[in-house]
């Protein structure tokens, strides 16, 4: 009888499903993707059949079998992938609402840039936007060197031995980086500033679980899992770093210059303090926001650095060229590379370009459809989630002639003239896009400059692109990167 009894109030619950999803269902029905129901088949596009990593790829095979435009339940919430860049452009500039998904990113950054409703989104993202002009980024060159010199200290003290956790290095160096330039604190009064990098390893890697096992989205089974602890204790250790910056940012500027005229009081934490003293923004939209700002500043950026050299490690002729390059543009080894020097690194410029094309940090872009959206021959209803694959789009045959393989002059003026400008978007597109994408070229190039101009870098343990593992996170990145750096002679 219980057993009967259960199972009419799951026939039920399916069908009441059924039924509010039936507009949804309509229109999924007559876009390609492997078969499936919301409940009754959720397909298998995320969650893994034994691993995350074999999620990921299974994912990825659907993606290609089914291109350009895919689509699948994952739980009841309707999933849409298409990598066209016509459509890819009408999704970024008409939806701005972040798929729900977001929301469940931590309880640390809900009210962000990155995962805000469009209200917020749209108060913030003006407030913010005068702390990233380009006078203010340009006065961060001086930081960017000295921290990229902090790199070349500790590779010139591990000469010739191999380095197995070098994107840790450079994470350290960045995240002080952003916290002189963006927060305007001394990184040395944090003692425990990098526990918050810990966590944020962590709370990535518990995150993209949570994708991957659609269950885990349900609020009470996520409660009762031995990942919720782990989880709660990672956010807590990462809100106690940024209150300490908070803080230590507000002690600076009641204790600072407060002539508005003066770039130190336009910087990022300093803007926003000021800000909350006339009620425009509150000390936990601060919080939140500096934990978002800081952290996915110095990620992104180590992560690329890691990257790129391990592409030139691979290909050493394009790595010689980049160094050939520098030895024009920066004759004088001692001396800081300047801004105008730095801008005139055209062929580095390109291979940042090249490695971003095909190994973009953020593989995927998710929105929320409000308004049905005519994608010809397909209609994207209002209630779906978008997927971009950014991943996909960069290596589409029909826009990159031999996709697989590394040519940074695939970014010359010519050749990105022949390009839809949505075939590219390692920074996202549209209003929606990446605050900080200059910030971020800036400091990689500067990075790259300094270490290059000095070291030759070799990958004893990868000879071509497919011996790199990936590691499928949030943030897509290499499972492991083994460098060995050697003095270049002058």
């Known amino acids: 009888m219980l057993f009967w009894i259960f199972l009419s109030c799951v026939i039920f619950i399916i069908t009441l499903v059924l039924w509010k999803k039936r507009r949804l269902l309509y229109y999924a029905w007559k876009i390609p993707g492997p078969f499936s129901l919301p409940l ?5 596009m995320l969650s893994a ?42 999704i970024l500039t008409n939806c701005l609402n972040k798929s729900p998904f977001y929301e469940k990113l931590n309880d640390v ?28 980024l340009n006065s961060f060159h001086d930081v960017f060197v000295k921290y990229s010199r902090e790199i070349v200290k500790f590779l010139n003290d591990a000469e010739g031995s191999e380095q197995e956790d070098f994107v840790s290095v450079v994470w350290e160096q960045t995240f002080d980086a952003a916290l002189e330039t963006s927060a305007n604190v001394r990184p040395h009064l944090i003692k425990d500033r990098y526990s918050a990098i810990r966590a944020a390893m962590k709370l990535e890697k518990i995150l993209t679980q949570r994708f991957h096992k659609p269950w885990l989205l349900i609020g009470l089974i996520w409660k009762l899992s031995n990942l919720y602890k782990v989880h709660q204790t990672a956010c807590q250790t990462y ?37 909350n003293q006339s009620k425009q923004i509150t000390r936990e939209e601060i919080l939140e926001e500096t934990c978002l700002m800081i952290m996915a500043a110095s990620e992104t950026t180590a992560i690329t650095v890691n990257m790129i050299l391990t592409i030139l490690g691979i290909y050493p002729d394009i790595q010689e060229k980049v160094y050939q390059e520098l030895v024009s543009v920066l004759p004088h080894m001692e001396k800081h590379p300047t801004l105008e020097e730095i801008s005139r690194l055209e062929y580095l410029e390109r ?34 989630n978008l997927v971009i694959p950014i991943v996909h789009i960069h290596k589409d045959p029909d826009v990159w ?51 290059l101009r000095r070291f030759k870098v070799q990958t004893p ?12 996170l949030m943030i897509l990145k290499p499972k492991y990167s083994r460098f060995v750096f050697e003095k270049r002679i002058f």
Not at 367 to 382: G, K, L, Q, T
């Open 239 to 275: 809100r106690a770093v940024f209150e300490k910056i908070v803080a230590e940012a507000h002690k600076a500027y009641e204790s600072g210059d407060r002539n508005d005229d003066t770039i130190r009081s336009k910087l990022f934490l300093p803007h926003l303090i000021k800000l």
């Open 401 to 451: 002639p031999e996709p697989e393989k590394f040519d940074p002059d695939r970014f010359l003026p010519d050749e990105i003239a022949k390009r839809h400008r949505c075939s590219y978007i390692p920074f996202s597109f549209g209003t929606r896009n990446c605050i900080g994408f200059k910030f971020g070229m800036m400091s990689v190039t500067i990075m790259l400059a300094t270490i």
């Open 49 to 90: 059949t034994k691993n995350i990593s074999e999620g990921y790829e299974n994912f990825c095979r659907n993606i290609d079998t089914y291109r350009p435009v895919m689509k699948g339940w994952v739980g009841s919430c309707l999933y849409i992938v298409t990598m066209r860049p016509t459509d890819v452009e009408k």
């Open 351 to 384: 291979v940042i370009k090249e490695t971003m094309r095909l190994c973009p940090t953020v593989p995927f872009i998710l929105r929320y459809v409000d308004e049905d959206i005519n994608c010809d021959p397909y209609v994207f209803p209002a209630g779906s």
């Open 109 to 136: 950054v809900k009210n962000t840039l990155l995962t805000s409703k469009v209200d917020v989104w749209k108060k913030h993202r003006k407030m913010i936007n005068p702390s990233f002009n380009l006078k203010i």
């Open 40 to 44: 009754v088949i959720t397909v298998r």
């Open 461 to 472: 343990s990868m000879k071509s692109l497919k011996d790199i593992k990936w590691q499928y």
